[in-house]
């Protein structure tokens, strides 16, 4: 596999007439669904994907939905009919093994 190869995966595509996103530019994030629409949970992620949101969970009993979606996506997820509350995955970064903090 050549460096031109390995690149054009990072790049952004057309997919289904819409443009996607390269995965180093997708936040993961959990998406709190209402109590009230509970029974709807997969309907509301069907809903969630048309609006570019790509599933990796559903947790019916948990009424979580979890997915990837591009950082500039996520405030328009927050005002979605059946959505309570939206939370980005936390990053974090260890020193290496051998550095002076530990």
Known sequence: ???????SK???KKEG??????LYMKKQISILVNDDALS????IGSRLSSAGLEQTKVLKDAGV??????ENS????R???GVSAIEEAREFQLPPPNSDVQ
């Open 74 to 77: 996520i405030e328009a997820l």
């Open 79 to 81: 005002g979605y009919p």
């Open 17 to 22: 007439g819409r443009e996607t996103v390269p």
């Open 10 to 12: 990072l790049r952004s």
């Open 1 to 7: 596999m050549t460096l031109d190869q390995d690149w």
């Open 40 to 43: 709807d949970i997969h309907g």
């Open 65 to 70: 939905i979890t997915g990837l979606i591009d």
